[in-house]
């Protein structure tokens, strides 16, 4: 694994992590970075997060750009400068794509059904959703992606690709049928534990 470890992680990942490695005592040591590189992992969502919560307490209405196109921008330069940096390979960026648009389709359905809405003005949007909310679900697309390779985390045996399309579909459709039973919703879960069974995750210290 330390082989490959050169072509997996930047150069910034790799001096921050060997500069904590040096530095932290050796009892505490797994402990610390277990946080740090979890921390590490959420760092889109924590941004996107943190500007949100500003942008919401600071932002006035007068000014000339609107709050939901200024969090839409400050989402793509993050995702620039990530690629940029080589915090994030264009793998992991294409999953972050597919994140983005299966969440702007979900917050489609869900404000055309009246279950919440966007009522600040925006340039970005469509069909009455800001662009910038699929970056919500993109950050959690983000963090998946960037903790299995920062933990080097291996899933055995991993389902077949039928198993795993159609537990997706399950949870998606349970997800926009708003009007199933709890029972019916709670369906996906029980298939998922049973595609999910005997599986084992491998973590590799790096």
Request: charged content about 15%; overall charge positive; aromatic content about 16%.
């Amino acid at each position: 694994m330390s082989d490959q470890l050169p072509l997996q992680t930047g150069v910034l990942e790799r001096r921050m992590g060997n500069w904590a490695r040096n530095r932290l005592p050796p009892v505490l040591r797994d402990a610390i970075l277990f946080v740090l590189k979890q921390g590490w992992a959420a760092l889109f969502g924590g941004l996107l997060l943190g500007a949100a919560l500003l942008t919401r307490v600071f932002w006035q209405s007068e000014w000339p750009v609107h709050r939901y196109d200024a969090l839409f921008v400050f989402a793509i330069l993050v995702q620039l400068l990530f690629l940029a940096l080589k915090l994030e390979t264009w793998t992991e960026a294409r999953v972050i794509v597919l994140f983005h648009l299966t969440g702007t389709a979900m917050e489609w359905f869900k404000v055309r059904v009246g279950a919440w809405g966007y009522p600040e003005p925006c340039f970005f949007r469509v069909m009455d959703v800001p662009l910038f909310s699929g970056f919500m679900y993109a950050s959690v697309g983000s963090y998946m992606a960037r903790v299995i390779r920062i933990f080097d985390m291996r899933f055995i045996p991993y389902p077949p690709f039928w198993q795993t399309f159609g537990l997706a579909l399950l949870i998606y459709v349970a997800f926009m049928t708003v009007t199933l039973l709890d029972r019916g919703r709670f369906y996906p879960t029980t298939k998922e534990r049973s595609a999910t069974a005997g599986q084992r995750v491998g973590m590799w210290s790096r």
